[in-house]
């Protein structure tokens, strides 16, 4: 009879050995866990429910900055880190800082991430006022460029080394992009759930119909977002970039451009345009969202004893 040493039978039951075999769900699990637990008491803050007597600091005329951002670095970012040690080590790690830190890509990319999205918002936002388009004041312009910084600083930095750059190839190695899209997107945006409670979701104006909206314009957009992510090699700060110049855009200019189309507008629109983006990505990658053709586009299903597994 065989003696199983009882230190091997730990390590191969314990919850390092469960993380390494469901890897993404374990991702997941502590991104939205840690991100809502961290955010618990912004939510219940006088800055949210009103249930706490306790308000946060406001910085640059929000509390987001020290309400909301704490979580979110602590969610997405952390839980890709912890995962990625436990998983593949300094190995994995290496691979995965190597991802963000991937910014020599040709200049058309950079081009594509700054501009593409101000120039769809901007149209849409045309459309949608009926023309009614106010000039922006000088200042206004001038805070575009340090505020996109401050951008990719915290949301860019906190969210795309998990969703994009940890979650994203596990999920195509194993379900193909279209997959992945569809894991990932909504995730990423029911991620966001718990600050429909504070004033980032506009509490207490914000209708459950706003929160679908939302909802669904994540799933859209993420579908752009990985289509970028594939076709520049898996390049962290063009993704990051991409992703923040539609937060930058909407929050510096839409209030004065467009001073007549209002938040729930805004959204409306928003998705509307991500469907057109979307639907036109997978038409024309044939569904590959800018995959290499040497990857099988729709996804393996690992052995049941490898640790790739969700």
Excluded: C, K
């Excluded at 951002?69 to 190597?98: E, H, K, N, Q």
């Amino acid at each position: 009879m065989a003696v199983v040493d009882s230190a091997s039978r730990t390590t191969s039951s314990g919850p390092a050995a469960l993380v390494r075999r469901h890897p993404l769900t374990a991702f997941f699990t502590l991104a939205l866990g840690l991100s809502w637990l961290a955010w618990t008491p912004w939510v219940l803050s006088r800055d949210g429910l009103g249930v706490l007597d306790l308000s946060f600091p406001s910085v640059l005329g929000t509390t987001q900055l020290t309400g909301m951002l704490p979580g979110a670095y602590l969610g997405p970012l952390g839980a890709a880190f912890v995962i990625t040690a436990l998983t593949t080590g300094r190995a994995g790690l290496r691979t995965w800082v190597g991802r963000l830190l991937r910014w020599r890509v040709a200049p058309r990319w950079y081009a594509v991430a700054l501009l593409a999205v101000p120039v769809a918002v901007l149209a849409l936002g045309t459309v949608a006022s009926g023309g009614d388009v106010r000039a922006p004041g000088a200042l206004v312009v001038a805070s575009y460029l340090p505020l996109l910084v401050l951008q990719v600083l915290t949301t860019g930095l906190a969210e795309e080394p998990g969703w994009r750059d940890f979650a994203l190839p596990l999920l195509q190695e194993r379900f193909g992009p279209l997959g992945a899209a569809a894991v990932l997107g909504p995730l990423w945006g029911v991620w966001h759930l718990p600050l429909f409670l504070t004033e980032w979701g506009s509490w207490p104006d914000v209708t459950w119909t706003a929160v679908a909206v939302f909802v669904a314009f994540s799933a859209l957009f993420n579908v752009v977002i990985i289509w970028l992510f594939n076709r520049t090699g898996q390049s962290l700060p063009i993704v990051m970039l991409f992703h923040v110049s539609l937060n930058n855009t909407v929050t510096v200019f839409w209030a004065q451009v467009f001073p007549g189309v209002g938040g729930d507008a805004l959204q409306t629109w928003l998705l509307g345009g991500a469907a057109v983006a979307a639907t036109a990505v997978v038409v024309l990658t044939r569904g590959r969202l800018g995959l290499p053709r040497s990857t099988a586009p729709w996804g393996a299903t690992p052995a049941r004893s490898a640790g790739s597994a969700v």
